[in-house]
């Protein structure tokens, strides 16, 4: 969640100088969202972080692309286990 957050900031400074913050919102997001395979606990993790409901659009849009360019891989070791047993791949 750091390394993105930073990614997402620098490109934020270069790119948007204005609000750079919410790069690193998407940054964490994106980050979080890949990592444990889990977009929709990404998305409103970070929206409870912030109390900011307008997040819902381009955390949610950023988070699940993440999650499709991802694959099937996940830092959760029993996540991929329980996906097997239940017969999804």
Known sequence: MIIGGIICGLYGIVFYPENPEL?????????LGAATNNPIA????????????LLFIPVGITTVAAYLISGPNSIIPGQFDVKKQRGFY
């Open 23 to 31: 790069f690193v919102i998407l940054g964490i997001s994106v980050a």
């Open 42 to 53: 990404a998305i409103f993790i970070i929206v409870e972080m912030t109390w900011v409901p």
